[in-house]
């Protein structure tokens, strides 16, 4: 999840998304996903845009298993 839309090399805005429960039980809409460029040399897929959420998270699972780890 990734709160900073400047961040998507590319974005697929939709609402066919749910929303997820942040802190304190808080529903936070998911506006879209797609491709984040999160350090110059490291491109991550697959991430919700949740526009909300104050930190970002990564699947480590997810991860590894898109990059043959």
Do not use: W
Request: proline share 3%.
């Amino acid at each position: 999840m990734f709160s900073i839309k400047q961040k998507f090399v590319s974005l697929n805005l939709s609402n066919k998304f749910l929303s997820v429960n942040i802190a304190d039980d808080i529903q936070s809409p998911v506006l879209g996903n797609d491709e984040v460029q999160a350090t110059l040399f490291l491109s991550l897929t697959d991430f919700l845009y949740v526009p909300t959420f104050r930190v970002s998270l990564l699947s480590v699972s997810q991860f590894t298993k898109h990059n043959n780890c």
